[in-house]
């Protein structure tokens, strides 16, 4: 009997992974999935590598789980990286997840393609939701944000993209990819380009509306429609669409400058506050996962579960019962 195919050479890591991508091209993936695909899988070589590892099977993938938690046992840089700032750095739990579904399923296109006959990723657990992965800004750290875009350099520009991913929670590859055309004011929707090569309709607020319409104001008229609703202003890109790198850079200074402390400065942050802020006024779980583009109601409860917790805090606070009839202390 032929031994079970589970693990394959290194060597042969780097040509199926050109072969997973070049597949997606014709289901046809985003480009956004496609770098995705080539990021979390590269970081897998480079580990296998680097660990002198002949072949990468169940063995091999744990350790890679185990050096993603916590880093090189020798104290060495994460990814061989020169700069001191990144040694020993935590990944976050949520980021330890994207890469467990990239690896599972890059071996389970492995299995299908007929190279390997079991997928070492099998019996290796999700490392499902860390409880610190979702934390939302605060009402005031919101509030600095936006001061700060308003005393920044493109005030106009940085205000509607803030309250943009507040009001809506739109991903940066999304909000980048957004053209003039995508924002329908008149219908208080945005049209977003999402994962999956997806559109959807999401609908925006008045005080949103009134921050898009003040930067298009400020664009000028006669706008082509079909041009970058929001402009790189620098680099190679200049007057092209904003990167996803761009957003989150402008996000990340932002923070700087407002001091922000204690929540990561992130544009998936706000996606984070979106969520449980809309929970919180009242908004219904299948309103949030349609808004949000989830494929999976499992993807959009942990939101509801932590504003049921909050929900419970509050009440802890304000019980009426307790405050007019409970013990004095």
Request: glycine share 8%.
């Given at each position: 009997m032929a031994p079970v195919r589970d693990s394959i050479p290194v060597s042969d890591l780097r040509r199926h992974l050109s072969q997973w991508i070049f597949d997606g091209e014709y289901i046809p993936l985003s480009p956004a999935s496609l770098r995705n695909r080539e990021f979390f899988l590269s970081k897998l070589i480079w580990f296998c590598k680097s660990e002198e590892y002949e072949t990468c099977g169940q063995a091999e993938l744990k350790a890679f789980q185990r050096y993603l938690v916590r880093g090189s046992d020798s104290g060495a840089p994460k990814w061989g990286a020169a700069n001191r700032n990144v040694r020993n750095s935590a990944i976050r739990p949520g980021t330890v997840k994207t890469y467990h579904s990239h690896v599972a399923a890059f071996f389970r296109y492995l299995v299908d393609q007929?190279?390997?006959?079991?997928?070492?990723?099998?019996?290796?657990?999700?490392?499902?939701?860390?409880?610190?992965?979702?934390?939302?800004?605060?009402?005031?750290?919101?509030?600095?944000?936006?001061?700060?875009?308003?005393?920044?350099?493109?005030?106009?520009?940085?205000?509607?993209?803030?309250?943009?991913?507040?009001?809506?929670?739109?991903?940066?590859?999304?909000?980048?990819?957004?053209?003039?055309?995508?924002?329908?004011?008149?219908?208080?929707?945005?049209?977003?380009?999402?994962?999956?090569?997806?559109?959807?309709?999401?609908?925006?607020?008045?005080?949103?509306?009134?921050?898009?319409?003040?930067?298009?104001?400020?664009?000028?008229?006669?706008?082509?429609?079909?041009?970058?609703?929001?402009?790189?202003?620098?680099?190679?890109?200049?007057?092209?669409?904003?990167?996803?790198?761009?957003?989150?850079?402008?996000?990340?200074?932002?923070?700087?400058?407002?001091?922000?402390?204690?929540?990561?400065?992130?544009?998936?942050?706000?996606?984070?506050?979106?969520?449980?802020?809309?929970?919180?006024?009242?908004?219904?779980?299948?309103?949030?996962?349609?808004?949000?583009?989830?494929?999976?109601?499992?993807?959009?409860?942990?939101y509801v579960l932590l504003a049921r917790a909050d929900i419970r805090v509050q009440h802890r606070k304000a019980s009426p019962a307790d405050r007019l009839l409970g013990p004095k202390s």
């Amino acid at each position: 009997m032929a031994p079970v195919r589970d693990s394959i050479p290194v060597s042969d890591l780097r040509r199926h992974l050109s072969q997973w991508i070049f597949d997606g091209e014709y289901i046809p993936l985003s480009p956004a999935s496609l770098r995705n695909r080539e990021f979390f899988l590269s970081k897998l070589i480079w580990f296998c590598k680097s660990e002198e590892y002949e072949t990468c099977g169940q063995a091999e993938l744990k350790a890679f789980q185990r050096y993603l938690v916590r880093g090189s046992d020798s104290g060495a840089p994460k990814w061989g990286a020169a700069n001191r700032n990144v040694r020993n750095s935590a990944i976050r739990p949520g980021t330890v997840k994207t890469y467990h579904s990239h690896v599972a399923a890059f071996f389970r296109y492995l299995v299908d393609q007929n190279v390997l006959d079991v997928s070492p990723m099998k019996n290796i657990s999700d490392p499902g939701w860390g409880a610190d992965e979702i934390q939302p800004f605060s009402d005031d750290q919101v509030r600095m944000l936006i001061t700060a875009a308003k005393n920044s350099a493109k005030p106009a520009r940085n205000v509607a993209i803030v309250t943009l991913m507040l009001d809506t929670g739109i991903r940066e590859a999304e909000l980048a990819s957004l053209k003039i055309r995508d924002a329908n004011l008149n219908e208080y929707d945005i049209r977003v380009h999402g994962k999956g090569d997806k559109f959807r309709i999401v609908p925006i607020g008045r005080t949103c509306r009134r921050a898009l319409r003040a930067y298009l104001f400020d664009r000028g008229e006669d706008l082509d429609p079909e041009a970058a609703l929001f402009e790189a202003q620098r680099g190679l890109n200049s007057g092209g669409h904003l990167t996803c790198s761009g957003v989150y850079q402008m996000v990340r200074d932002l923070g700087e400058k407002a001091r922000v402390k204690g929540v990561r400065c992130s544009p998936h942050t706000f996606r984070h506050t979106f969520a449980i802020n809309f929970l919180r006024g009242g908004g219904n779980e299948l309103s949030l996962q349609k808004i949000l583009g989830h494929t999976k109601s499992s993807m959009t409860a942990k939101y509801v579960l932590l504003a049921r917790a909050d929900i419970r805090v509050q009440h802890r606070k304000a019980s009426p019962a307790d405050r007019l009839l409970g013990p004095k202390s």
